[in-house]
């Protein structure tokens, strides 16, 4: 069945139930922002894609077909991947014999986590496998406890996004294969089931942006 015929039947079914409404639940804690972020931060990421956008489909049909596909292999690296982000750079800083400035980061870390969820509450977005079903998608996700909480954004490619742009500050040559790192854990997330390519770009993008508004970084 070709992509046109499928978006004309959801455009059918969106008639009797309005999909751009779906969230990921009801109301939502809002959580205290620390006195040192002093700018607007409710607005650092544009809305993500509608439930019933051709993005958000393409997005969709991206994550079935990763949980199709799992090996065993894939399997592993998503829960280690799911228990701790960082990882894979913690793995490779201790290869390279670069020491993680984790007092540092754990600062920073604790800063920007109130508007990481804050922002997950304003945008309210549903799972990839809460929204799939009305697309005829049934993603059968690798559970865990980390994924209760609204899709967008990735909150663990915030968290090695952040670690990665502090150790790029300081080790610059090393980029290519942070950033490489960084794209690990939102795949990691999409092989779960979890989260949409967009919930990692903009996980991506926020960990980011906060970092240089309040260390400086580039």
Known sequence: MSSNKILSEINAISQKIDIDKIKYY???EEYPIPDIIDFEWKNILNKPPENSSAQTYKELLEIYNLSLSRSKQDIEFVYTIDRDPNKYLYDYLEKQKIEFPREEFDILYNIIKPILLNIKSIYNRPRPYQLGIFYGLNIEILESETHHTPSYPSGHVVY?????????KY????TQKIDNIVNMTGLARMIQGVHYKSDVI???KLATILYTK???GK
């Open 26 to 28: 009801g109301i939502l």
């Open 160 to 168: 090695t996004s952040l670690a990665a742009n502090m150790i790029k």
């Open 214 to 216: 309040l260390a400086g």
């Open 202 to 204: 903009a996980g991506n």
């Open 171 to 174: 080790y610059p040559k090393i």
